[in-house]
């Protein structure tokens, strides 16, 4: 039941628009075939929790969620290993930092340039906001 699963720290949780084909069938909330996914679906009989307390989670965005949330989540500010995104940005090219307005690491602005330095001194996670370019 989507409105009474509990995501308890440090799970995942993984967002993704539909799939095609077997793995669409299989990933189906109700489908036949949801035995052959037990290791990454929601445990129905899991302990419920009596009072919930506040924690991490990994959220992954695929596909259409990506493309339509990624950047709302960006905005909000996300939690992030400095290992895992200077392999990330070492990965992009000129366009994608077109579109960025600005960037805060642990909520202090940063230039692109002085960003990198900090990631790389980074010992602990970071707090990273990115305000992209408005939309035409």
């Known amino acids: 039941d989507i409105d009474e699963a509990i995501v308890r720290n440090g799970q995942d949780l993984t967002l993704c628009s ?32 009596v009072d919930p307390e506040p924690g991490h989670i990994t959220l992954k965005y695929f596909n259409f969620i990506a493309r339509e949330q990624g950047a709302k989540l960006l905005e909000r500010g996300i939690i992030v290993e400095p290992k895992a995104l200077k392999t990330f ?23 692109i340039e002085d960003m990198a330095l900090f990631i790389l001194h980074a010992t602990d996670s970071i707090r990273l906001t990115v305000r992209p370019a408005p939309t035409a």
């Open 18 to 49: 539909a799939l095609p084909g077997a793995m669409g069938i299989c990933m189906r909330r109700d489908s036949p075939l949801k035995a052959y996914r037990p290791g990454i679906t929601h445990c129905e009989d899991c302990d419920k929790l």
């Open 89 to 111: 940005l070492e990965s992009r090219d000129a366009l994608f930092w077109d579109d960025i307005v600005s960037i805060e690491i642990n909520e202090m602005p940063h230039s």
